[in-house]
């Protein structure tokens, strides 16, 4: 028998906006830059689900504009277990501009796909300008799904890439190199160039690069219309 779920979006929505209630979703006090990924947990979901067990399962960065989306495993022992779907834009209110979704509640003793479950729900967002993705490494995640998953997204950026005019500004020596690297390391932030790099998220937090995707037609901008 499916058991009934404690938690409601409603009273986690309230619950959010009274902890974040004036405040930029991350801590005042360890103010994370959206371009900084070295410190990449910018909702501190962990803080806030303090009673209960919360893991990062997945996390979407869009650098500039800035936005933020994460599904994430929370476990309580009083009420079960929620599959969670956060997405909110930085120095927004919930009630401003951000989504919080139940999309799976289970019992402790009920095995589940979590890696399928996610996917299937991110196949049906609206495309996203993202700059890189952070994958739970806990969790066995086939990366070449996000070659097809990214493939509108990558292709946005490269057209925004060219139109606005960025490599004219900057000059091809800045991105050329950017152009034919895979390497995982070599990025540039924000909506400068149009790579998306794959990060693993280990135990304590940290990101480590371990896939560039990159556009299927990179075509030279000087030779663009």
């Known amino acids: 028998m499916k058991k009934k779920s404690n938690f409601s979006t409603d009273e986690i929505k309230k619950k959010f906006i009274l902890y974040f209630e004036?405040?930029?979703?991350?801590?005042?006090?360890d103010y994370i830059d959206p371009h900084d990924r070295?410190?990449?947990?910018?909702?501190?979901l962990k803080n806030f689900f303090i009673n209960e067990?919360?893991?990062?399962?997945?996390?979407?960065i869009s650098e500039e504009p800035y936005w933020y989306r994460?599904?994430?495993?929370?476990?309580?022992?009083?009420?079960?277990?929620?599959?969670l779907f956060f997405d909110f834009a930085k120095n927004s209110?919930?009630?401003?501009?951000?989504?919080?979704?139940?999309?799976?509640t289970f019992n402790h003793d009920e095995k589940i796909d979590i890696v399928d479950l996610v996917i299937n729900h991110y196949k049906k967002l609206e495309v996203s300008m993202c700059d890189y993705i952070a994958l739970n490494s806990v969790y066995d995640w086939d990366l070449d799904n996000f070659d097809k998953l990214l493939k509108k997204t990558l292709k946005d950026k490269n057209d925004y890439f060219h139109k606005s005019r960025v490599y004219y500004d900057f000059g091809p020596e800045k991105y050329d190199k950017l152009h034919l690297s895979t390497d995982p390391e070599e990025y540039d932030t924000g909506r400068m160039h149009p790579d998306i790099i794959i990060y693993l998220i280990d135990d304590k937090e940290n990101l480590k690069p371990i896939r560039k995707l990159k556009?299927?037609?990179y075509n030279n901008p000087y030779k663009i219309d």
């Open 22 to 29: 004036g405040e930029p979703f991350v801590d005042p006090n």
């Open 38 to 44: 070295k410190k990449p947990d910018h909702l501190n």
């Open 53 to 60: 067990d919360y893991i990062r399962i997945f996390s979407e």
């Open 70 to 83: 994460e599904y994430g495993y929370l476990s309580s022992k009083k009420s079960g277990n929620y599959i």
């Open 93 to 104: 209110k919930y009630d401003d501009g951000g989504d919080i979704e139940i999309i799976k």
């Open 215 to 217: 556009p299927p037609d």
